[in-house]
């Protein structure tokens, strides 16, 4: 049932305000998000991607950075006669590398996602190359000053590091998400009738 009104007809009027034809067929979406425009679907902007990687970089760091405190915390701690100074051992220990860890690790990933995103816009192409190039070029930038082995040593744990991530990544779209893709339960309803 169409209504109208005037000159208003309320099949051109958008769904959401609940007036629907019946011609139209919407399917539901199996996952993810729902965007209104292609762009905002393919990829998060820069400062979603800048905002996510320093941030969980950071954390990351910190909690490294009290991991490592402790353990020295404890370790310079042992021959001291009282808990209370064995706690303040571990509490400087704590205070002197979390902030270290976690601020190293956040430029890292500033580095990263910043030389990514200028690889991707250089390139003129959005594939697995791209953070492979901005993980040797972050090592690069982070050990430029140190000399030439040091420099040259980052930048192939960073290029090899994430070469190694991403092609887990994509062994792992190569085998689990085919398979979930392609299901069906009527082909799992099908092959266990056949086969009873």
């Not at 690069?140 to 082995?149: A, H, N, P, Q």
């Amino acid at each position: 049932m169409i209504f109208q009104f005037g000159e208003i007809d309320l099949k051109n009027i958008s769904p959401a305000i609940g007036v629907v034809s019946n011609e139209v067929k919407y399917k539901p979406m199996s996952r993810g998000n729902e965007y209104l425009f292609d762009e905002e679907e393919r990829e998060r902007s820069f400062g979603e991607h800048l905002v996510f990687y320093c941030g969980s970089s950071y954390i990351t760091g910190v909690a490294a950075g009290v991991a490592v405190g402790v353990v020295e915390g404890l370790q310079k701690g042992q021959n001291l006669p009282n808990s209370r100074l064995k706690l303040n051992a571990v509490v400087n220990a704590c205070s002197k590398r979390a902030p270290v860890f976690g601020s190293n690790l956040g430029v890292l990933a500033l580095m990263f996602t910043t030389s990514e995103r200028i690889t991707r816009y250089v390139r003129d192409s959005d594939d697995t190359l791209n953070p492979i190039i901005g993980a040797a070029s972050t090592g690069f930038m982070f050990k430029c000053t140190s000399g030439m082995r040091a420099c040259l040593g980052w930048t192939l744990a960073g290029g090899i590091g994430m070469t190694l991530i991403t092609l887990t990544g994509q062994v792992h779209n190569f085998l689990y998400r085919s398979r979930i893709a392609d299901f069906d339960v009527r082909s799992v309803m099908s092959s266990s009738t056949q086969s009873s």
